[in-house]
């Protein structure tokens, strides 16, 4: 069964930082594409970032480029979301999911398991 259980999220002012994390429950974690994707209220989800199963290459969405930064463990089956100069509109549930093995994809359609979200809020 897969699991995907997100953490860190919180209330925050404008130029704070958070930290995101994302346990998974998943076999063979390592061969799996992660990303962070967000939702804001009236808003569809959008992608924020992911990274490739081992490592090797990360995207971002062009609106949080330069700050923040995704990160993965695979000993642990972790992956974490460093999110710092935060704005008022980073405001949203934040969904760690599962992508494709040995791929990339960026699209809410190429995941397949979400965690339940976690909220943040940045006030300005």
């Known amino acids: 069964q897969v699991q995907l259980v997100e953490s860190g999220g919180g209330l925050v002012q404008a130029g704070g930082s958070l930290r995101l994390s994302c346990a998974a429950s998943?076999?063979?974690?390592?061969?799996?594409?992660m990303g962070w994707f967000r939702q804001a209220p009236g808003k569809e989800r959008e992608f924020v970032s992911g990274?490739?199963?081992?490592?090797?290459?990360?995207y971002y969405t062009d609106s949080v480029k330069g700050r923040f930064t995704i990160s993965r463990d695979n000993a642990k089956n972790t992956v974490t979301l460093q999110m710092n100069s935060l704005k008022p509109e980073d405001t949203a549930v934040y969904y760690c999911?599962?992508?494709?093995?040995?791929?990339?994809?960026?699209?809410?359609?190429?995941?397949?398991?979400w965690g339940q979200g976690t909220q943040v809020t940045v006030s300005s």
């Open positions: 990274i490739l199963w081992n490592g090797s290459g990360t």
């Open positions: 999911a599962r992508g494709r093995q040995y791929g990339g994809g960026w699209k809410p359609s190429d995941y397949d398991y």
């Open positions: 998943i076999r063979a974690f390592s061969v799996y594409t």
